[in-house]
């Protein structure tokens, strides 16, 4: 079983680094989470990883995730980070997401977001523009996506903003993507969603 080394957790850990792309085992997970003071958060239903969000998930026997709530001082959505490993402890892929509608949260789907501040797209470019800077100073430039605003359509769904960057250096692979969605953008077309306002990470590895 491998174990990190001081001198790796230490790396990870210190100056502005937020996301682990050495990959950590699950023991590793509370000394990680402690440095910046997170509280652990028990699930409410079991997760279930689909291919197109976790390749490996098919491979792998991922056992329910650690949740742990972070804060950011920097934002009005607080992150949350969740661990997923494999019955030898071996954690295969981390998430973190700055979403509305996490875990977490106590969503109204009632809700008028007209006046809400997690509405401002703007807000939320600047949160993935910081996030992708930080992930670039460690990973390099992406290696697949820009990360430019576009905007994706499909049927029954209807319309919607969305922004993508993707790396693979250092033996992992990590993810970086934005969805937004405003309440009534879409009842042009007849379709009326339940808006998302989410950026998440996810790191994994084979």
Not at 26 to 31: E, M, P, R, Y
Not at 66 to 85: A, G, I, N, S
Not at 189 to 198: D, I, M, Q, S, Y
Request: aromatic share 14%; with cysteine; glycine share 6%.
């Amino acid at each position: 079983m491998r174990l990190l080394t001081t001198t790796i957790l230490s790396f990870i850990l210190t100056g502005s680094n937020y996301f682990q792309f050495e990959q950590p085992m699950k023991s590793d997970i509370k000394g990680i989470e402690k440095e910046f003071r997170s509280k652990p958060f028990k699930l409410k239903s079991k997760i279930f990883l689909a291919d197109d969000f976790f390749p490996n998930a098919g491979i792998f026997d991922i056992d329910q995730p650690l949740v742990f709530l972070r804060t950011d001082d920097e934002f009005h959505v607080q992150p949350e980070v969740k661990y997923y490993f494999t019955p030898d402890d071996t954690v295969r892929l981390i998430t973190h997401s700055w979403d509305t509608k996490g875990v977490s949260k106590n969503i109204n789907y009632n809700q008028d977001f007209s006046k809400s501040k997690k509405q401002d797209i703007e807000q939320w470019n600047s949160k993935f523009d910081q996030i992708k800077s930080e992930i670039t100073s460690e990973l390099g430039e992406p290696t697949d996506g820009t990360g430019e605003l576009e905007t994706k359509s499909k049927s029954g769904y209807g319309n919607w903003k969305e922004r993508n960057a993707k790396w693979s250096a250092h033996g992992c692979t990590t993810e970086l993507q934005m969805i937004w969605t405003e309440q009534d953008m879409n009842l042009a077309e007849g379709v009326r969603l339940v808006p998302t306002f989410r950026i998440r990470t996810k790191t994994y590895w084979n």
